[in-house]
């Protein structure tokens, strides 16, 4: 019987390999070929592919690449090559390389936490991973700015930078990439001290579309600076990000765990967190959480204070319920995002959308907000009690009170858009996950039918309500824009969403700087209209 499974392994393999050969171009080939003799230390054959005898001793670090994402489906995506490259040169060339070859396909990858499908994988076509030859940190001499590689993760970084005292504005679950999240603006737990993520730049080293090196920043090819703070990955491919560096000591944060029958009070204190928002130093994320046909439904609140213990009248609202489980404690920052990766969970599939609402005055959105718990909820199992899989439906609440806004600008801004005049802001992101690969299908349209309806509600109810702390700005555009990049679905108008003018002006840095579509055409990510 062990004689006759081995025999059907090795002949679906053989199958496997012929489809995979068929289905490689003779261009695509020739250029994962090209890459190859030039740096054969760090390409990678597809090892089903018709070349994958070529590179055997990189076999494993070839399968870690193409299974290591946050959204497992993204695994069935298998390049023809995966290219590992250690400078912003083997980048050029690569580059040069795919110049030759037009109608071959790439991708990028830094930390392959974006779900969605070819945003930083491909299928039969080139993979450029930035982990593991570009994702070194180092601090300058003067501690004022770090360098970091588009493949390191944001623990990894921090790391290195808080042995120096110092952190950089970065992600707030320490898996992350910083590449793909530095491009979608980067929302972090420092960000209402100090701005997004893309504020904080200073410079960054980048390959444009005919295979050029070139530094971009405010006085230096300042139109492609412009556009990445949060515009995508349309516009150059970054090699280094040379980012603000700040002080930091120990910090006091985790998670709690609260019943999901408690939502009512945690739900009311978000939204007197948000509209009476008056230390930046404090941040959280209030994630509510269903799976188990209505057997569990939670709410897993991320808390966050610089410094080693908060002053009372922060969280005191939060504090009057008693969790499940809690691991708040002072610690390091960079400890304090190891530990927050218990909830990057790997071997789902996943898929995330986003809405954009006004926090509204208090009556107002505790309505609002025990609507959106129950309807969610409703949905959620009422999908889940059809299905013979596993899935888990979220949304996680992320507050951006004025304050926010005006550290943002006053760090210089991003493409986003966001003004504190406009009042404060509530940026949702929305998740569902599931094991049965029969449901790729369905699931992202499950949570895209959730997500307009709970949104339908809030237009139809509390439309032409002003936000909480609003001065001035049109109502009906700023109540539900931009979306944000980070948390975007593949379908939804991010670029449009930043308004008019900025969506103009992106997209004529766009054409400009990439005249045949080599960024606009030949990769996934988020895109202009023709």
């Not at 030039?38 to 076999?59: M, N, V």
């Amino acid at each position: 019987m062990s004689h006759l499974l081995s025999t059907i392994r090795s002949l679906l393999a053989i199958l496997l390999a012929t489809r995979l050969a068929l289905a490689q171009s003779n261009d695509t080939l020739s250029a994962c070929k090209a890459i190859y003799a030039k740096y054969p230390s760090h390409l990678a054959f597809d090892p089903l592919g018709p070349l994958g005898t070529e590179t055997i001793s990189q076999d494993s670090l070839y399968d870690s690449t193409n299974t290591d994402y946050w959204n497992e489906g993204n695994s069935k995506n298998r390049a023809a090559c995966a290219f590992f490259p250690g400078s912003a040169e083997e980048v050029s060339y690569a580059v040069t390389v795919l110049n030759n070859y037009t109608n071959v396909q790439y991708a990028l990858k830094s930390g392959g936490h974006n779900p969605n499908s070819g945003f930083s994988s491909v299928n039969q076509g080139v993979l450029i991973s930035f982990r593991p030859n570009l994702a070194n940190t180092t601090i300058s001499t003067d501690h004022s700015t770090a360098d970091v590689g588009p493949g390191s993760r944001w623990d990894e970084a921090l790391t290195v930078l808080d042995q120096y005292g110092k952190a950089i504005v970065g992600g707030r679950l320490g898996h992350v990439g910083v590449g793909g999240y530095i491009l979608g603006g980067g929302l972090s737990f420092l960000t209402s001290q100090y701005g997004f993520a893309a504020d904080t730049l200073v410079n960054v080293e980048c390959v444009i579309a005919n295979g050029s090196i070139v530094n971009a920043n405010r006085t230096s090819n300042s139109d492609i600076f412009f556009a990445i703070q949060g515009g995508g990955n349309q516009f150059g491919i970054i090699t280094k990000y040379t980012l603000k560096t700040f002080d930091i000591g120990q910090v006091w944060g985790g998670t709690k765990i609260y019943a999901g029958t408690d939502h009512e009070t945690i739900l009311a204190a978000t939204a007197n967190f948000t509209q009476n928002f008056t230390d930046p130093k404090a941040a959280i994320i209030v994630t509510n959480d269903f799976a188990l046909y209505d057997l569990a439904s939670i709410i897993v609140m991320f808390y966050f204070y610089d410094g080693p213990t908060p002053p009372a009248g922060i969280f005191d609202e939060f504090d009057k319920v008693t969790p499940i489980s809690s691991n708040v404690s002072t610690q390091s920052y960079p400890s304090l995002l190891k530990a927050n990766n218990a909830y990057s969970l790997s071997g789902l599939r996943y898929q995330i959308r986003e809405g954009t609402y006004p926090n509204l005055p208090y009556e107002n959105m505790t309505a609002f907000y025990n609507y959106h718990f129950t309807s969610f909820q409703q949905q959620a199992f009422a999908y889940q009690a059809t299905s013979l899989d596993i899935q888990v439906f979220s949304f996680a609440i992320q507050p951006l009170p004025i304050a926010l806004k005006q550290a943002s600008a006053d760090a210089g801004g991003n493409r986003l858009g966001l003004d504190a005049v406009n009042g404060d802001t509530i940026f949702m992101e929305y998740d569902v996950s599931w094991l049965n690969p029969a449901c790729d299908s369905l699931c992202p349209g499950y949570l895209e039918t959730m997500v307009n309806s709970v949104k339908t509600y809030q237009q139809s109810t509390y439309g032409g309500i002003a936000p909480t702390n609003y001065k001035s700005g049109d109502i009906s555009w700023i109540s539900y824009n931009p979306i944000f990049p980070n948390d975007g679905m593949f379908d939804q108008q991010v670029l449009q969403s930043f308004g008019n003018s900025t969506y103009q002006q992106l997209k004529t840095i766009q054409q400009r700087r990439d005249p045949n579509g080599f960024f606009s055409q030949r990769q996934g990510g988020f895109k202009f209209s023709t």
